[in-house]
């Protein structure tokens, strides 16, 4: 038995009064793999560096002048990319895509310096498609999804979405619901209309 999530109570900036959010999602954890990869090479690199200067050999054969500057920037590059990765990972964790009862939104945020929020409204999306192509993206399960929105036909595209397939069809369904909605609240405000002209 599947546990289902409850979106209803999650809010975010920017979010209209009568939105409800649906599901919400973050990119592929592959994205982050490369950072974390890179750190763990870095590290053994680093530990590597430092058990070969600290040797009692290399030690006696070399100024320590030339150990002082070698370990100094080994620690101000290990500093760095250490920061770098840091930052690269609490990005991840901000960058969302949210899908709600009214729109498509792509938040775009990071540690420093950026807040974007582009949304497809519904009723403007002309179509929806999803890729998933690939050995490595079929088995992690990841993949694009792409919105054709507005007259001029112009694409959105969604890169490393987990699950697309159901992230697909989630917004297909709201899709549905919102343009069902939408002609409800037509046909409501036409039966008005004809009533007011028949008083």
């Not at 890169?159 to 159901?166: A, E, F, L, S």
Request: overall charge positive.
């Amino acid at each position: 038995m599947m546990n289902t999530v409850d979106n209803t109570n999650r809010n975010f900036k920017g979010q209209q009064p009568q939105e409800v959010v649906l599901c919400f999602c973050r990119k592929h954890w592959i994205v982050i793999f490369y950072y974390m990869l890179s750190f763990i090479v870095t590290t053994a690199l680093i530990i590597f560096i430092f058990s070969i200067t600290t040797a009692p050999g290399v030690r006696a054969s070399t100024s320590p002048r030339v150990l002082q500057v070698v370990a100094l920037f080994s620690i101000i590059f290990y500093t760095w990319h250490f920061h770098y990765v840091f930052v690269k990972i609490f990005n991840y964790f901000l960058r969302t895509l949210i899908i709600t009862n009214m729109r498509v939104v792509d938040l775009d945020k990071t540690l420093f310096f950026r807040h974007n929020l582009d949304s497809t409204d519904l009723h403007e999306m002309k179509d929806v498609t999803m890729s998933q192509e690939g050995i490595l993206k079929t088995i992690l399960n990841y993949g694009e999804i792409t919105v054709i929105r507005g007259n001029e036909l112009v694409l959105k595209t969604h890169y490393c979405i987990p699950n697309p397939n159901y992230h697909f069809r989630k917004i297909n369904q709201a899709k549905r619901e919102y343009l069902l909605w939408r002609t409800r609240q037509k046909g409501g405000l036409r039966e008005e209309a004809l009533g007011q002209q028949q008083e």
